[in-house]
């Protein structure tokens, strides 16, 4: 049965960030992740975190000025020192949080720059970002994006991601796949996890095409996660969607698709 991660950055948007550690906790869940943490307060997570015995699943590196339109850096050659201090930033933090996973939005295609030079900056960066993870025992994950949600993004496709990782050459990167944009981009969801199931170092969730939660949408989840059972895959399962009413009503599909929340 699929273990499932409470994403605080989607969901219990109705309250603060640091009292929807406790609302995941109330809710059931005994893990959360979100994007970034670096502009919270990482003592007070910290202590939420045990406090609340609740596992960190996943946070994402540095991405840039996300408010100015950055979706990820890892990508631009004039970025590289800016990428680095971003990797030793997420590392300090998944090492106090004890959290086994980062995922690298690469960014947008550059105008102007060639396209090889995009390439092997972003082949570089993951290098180097799997090396220091690999130093403490961490997996990097890349992450492709549906390019309806973020125009231009680089990595669009599971193809592209693993041939991206066939590049990089480490053993301890992989693909985090994300259910929702791989569903907007290709489709085949159970047939490309049978194929990449031993890349996949994460999954997340949301329903097609309006991003709310499973069962709104087009996606049969319960076959999709039935599947990943199926695959073997023990990790966690991250509900990185929009709810379509508040938070907490909107966790009914867990117990409906007969499953749980753990």
Known sequence: MPRFAANLTMLFTEYPFLERFERAARSGFSAVEYMFPYQENTDAIARLLADLRLTQALFNLPAGN???????????PGR????????????ELA?????????????????GVPEGDQRATLVENLRYAAEQLARHNLLLLVEPI???????????????????????????????YDVYHMQRMEGNLVHTMERLR?????VQVADAPDRHEPGTGEINFPFVLG???RLGYDGYVGLEYRPSERTETSFGWIETMGFGRH
């Open 66 to 76: 996300w408010g100015a339109g950055d979706r990820g850096i890892a990508v631009d």
């Open 80 to 91: 590289r020192e800016e990428f680095r201090e971003g990797v030793a930033q997420a590392v």
């Open 95 to 111: 090492r106090r949080f004890s959290c086994p996973k980062l995922n690298c939005l690469v960014g947008k295609r550059m105008d």
């Open 146 to 176: 549906n390019t309806y949600d973020i125009p231009g993004f680089y990595l669009s496709t599971s193809a592209q991601a693993v041939a991206l990782l066939d590049d990089v050459g480490a053993a301890n990167a992989g693909l985090q």
């Open 198 to 202: 031993s890349r996949i170092g994460h």
């Open 227 to 229: 599947a990943l059972d």
